[in-house]
């Protein structure tokens, strides 16, 4: 079993940034491919960024404004998100596959999940 625990969410102006960290416990890591999504109320769940074993992908949502990051030592991605606008607000999760898969952007491709934070921006 894989297990997921997002950390870092909260309320940020406009404008201002959130380092949000899901930690991975189960499996061995390092075969994980980690996906960051988020869904804001009545809208889809839609792809932000992930991890693949061959390297980090943004989804469109956060491309020129977000970065993602892993440290192996602490079995933890790191997504990084700068010049937040109210739009980004919505519940962030992580999920994880079991493959190395940099084109991994359907929801469906994950089974495992976090249970998501909440990232609410003001304006």
């Known amino acids: 079993q894989v297990q997921l625990v997002e950390s870092g969410g909260g309320l940020v102006q406009a404008g201002g940034s959130l380092r949000l960290s899901c930690k991975v416990s189960g499996r061995t890591f390092s075969i994980y491919t980690i996906g960051w999504f988020r869904q804001a109320p009545g809208k889809e769940r839609e792809f932000v960024a992930g991890m693949a074993w061959s390297g980090g992908f943004i989804g469109d949502p956060m491309k020129g404004r977000g970065s993602i990051s892993r440290i192996d030592a602490e079995n933890t991605v790191l997504m990084q998100m700068h010049n937040l606008i109210p739009e980004d607000t919505a519940v962030y999760y992580c999920?994880?596959?079991?493959?190395?898969?940099?084109?991994?952007?359907?929801?469906?491709?994950?089974?495992?999940w976090g249970q998501g934070t909440q990232v609410t921006v003001s304006s």
């Open positions: 999920a994880a596959m079991l493959e190395d898969k940099r084109t991994a952007v359907w929801e469906k491709e994950y089974p495992y």
